[in-house]
Antibody
Framework: QVQLQESGPGLVKPSQTLSLTCTVS??????????WSWLRQPAGKGLEWIGR???????NYNPSLKSRVTISLDTSKDQFSLNMTSVTAADTAVYYC????????????WGRGILVTVSS | IVLTQSPGTLSLSPGERATLSCRAS???????LAWYQQKPGQAPRLIIY???SRATGIPDRFSGTGSVTDFTLTISRLEPEDFAVYYC?????????FGQGTKVEIK
């Protein structure tokens, strides 16, 4: 059974960098079968897609966050990560990792999410 | 592409029919439109993909229709476990976007 699990600090200071990791268990990131995405959801609000990565392909980011975001894959650990620089209180949200199968147009598997609070 | 869902909140009783709307600011291929259900404290769960195909394990009281810019999710007879927030999402154009959600609450 494939699972995704987010991990990282739950509290980040303003202007610092938010770093999260998603661990994929039960599958291999390097299989080439899936795109790996990060999304977020501020409390009481809707979902925002942050970006996605795929093996041996440049990541694709939401233009609203592109200047601050990097998504990378670590195939040796079956993990993918999110780095977001210069965070503010507006970046406080639950962050989800999710996967989308190639040629399928939906997210079929999500992590449970991790709450990240930006505060001094 | 901006997705606008209506209504914002739907207050219904178990057994009633729920009709949720998702309107896109520009044309979206029906292949690229999905619906998700989200309950408090949980990640979204795929309900419908390709605008009308039910995901694995989703009961047939859930159905999706629509094309171009207008899409609908219908729950034929609400069960207690169906009360949740529903989001539509498009993959037709990057950045992939979601609607703001429709909350289906118990009346």
């Amino acid at each position: 059974q494939v699972q995704l699990q987010e991990s990282g600090p739950g509290l980040v200071k303003p202007s610092q960098t938010l770093s999260l990791t998603c661990t994929v268990s039960g599958d291999s990131i390097s299989s080439g079968s899936y795109y790996w995405s990060w999304l977020r959801q501020p409390a009481g609000k809707g979902l925002e897609w942050i970006g996605r990565s795929y093996i041996n392909v440049s990541p694709n980011y939401n233009p609203s966050l592109k200047s601050r975001v990097t998504i990378s894959l670590d195939t040796s650990k079956d993990q993918f990560s999110l780095n977001m620089t210069s965070v503010t209180a507006a970046d406080t949200a639950v962050y989800y990792c999710a996967r989308r199968q190639r040629w399928k147009w939906y997210f079929d598997l999500w992590g449970r999410g991790i709450l990240v609070t930006v505060s001094s | 592409i901006v997705l606008t869902q209506s209504p914002g909140t739907l207050s219904l009783s178990p057994g009633e029919r729920a009709t949720l709307s998702c309107r896109a600011s520009q044309s979206v291929s029906s292949n690229y439109l999905a619906w998700y259900q989200q309950k408090p404290g949980q990640a979204p769960r795929l309900i419908i993909y390709g605008s009308s195909s039910r995901a694995t394990g989703i009961p047939d009281r859930f159905s999706g229709t629509g094309s171009v810019t207008d899409f609908t999710l219908t729950i034929s007879r609400l069960e207690p476990e169906d009360f949740a927030v529903y989001y539509c999402q498009q993959f037709g154009s990057s950045p992939w976007t979601f609607g703001q959600g429709t909350k289906v609450e118990i009346k």
